[in-house]
């Protein structure tokens, strides 16, 4: 799935495909090149979903999020992410209120459990939005952060 | 630029956090003295492997904190496996770290 859309892309991923094809780059440099800007540039989190996942997705009961309720410090707020559902594809974390929602996305391959931790910065106080794909179904839940000190720009 | 990294037994999973010393510009921020405009710098993505085999790819935008802190876990990973993190930033910066599991 991700090859295929990577391959389909310009002449220039094209060529760096076949260099990958030719194991001259490792896997991770490789997928660097498809560092997905629709979904990073969009701005609101329906839109970012639908780029990043294809669907806006359905609420699920099954996705923790341990963010603070109020983060003293905007430019660092904890995430972390926990979900009890099967073949967890990929999470990405959202800040809905952010000019650009989608702060990061990752994909798993293999043994991997339903859990991402990282730290975001949030401009004032916002829903986190979390998109899980769960073997293809897309889910999210949100939890509302409460920030006294903006962390875009401030 | 220097990039950390730990991996430690949490019950049947193995935590792997790795920290990367990054400025993570935003590209919207002003230099306070030359309210010049600092050009965006920031991590576009991070790869995690096992034993040479990819388990992660993570896609960051402006959103993700300076210094950016990222933790995964994984199954099944074995006393010695060796856990290899790498990253590239969008001037194509690259960095990462090596360890074992314990």
Redesign the interface.
Known sequence: MKRRTFLKGTVATSALAVAAGAGLL????A??AE??TAA?DAGDVAAAGKAAFGSDGAASKDIKIKAPLQAENG????V?VETSLADVKSIAIF?AK????????????????G???????MGKTSDVVVYVNSGGKILKASAMVKVTVG???G | MATKIKARKKGNATEILVLVQHAMETGSRKDKKTKKVIPAHFIQTLNFSINGKSVADVAMGIGVSKNPLVGIRVKNAKSGDKIEVSWKDNKGETGGAKTAVK
């Open positions: 490792r896997s991770g440099q997928l660097a560092w997905p990073f430019a660092v707020v904890p972390k800040v952010n000019p650009k929602p989608l702060a990061t996305k990752v994909d798993f391959s293999g043994d991997s459990v859990y991402y931790s990282t730290r975001v910065k962390g875009c720009g």
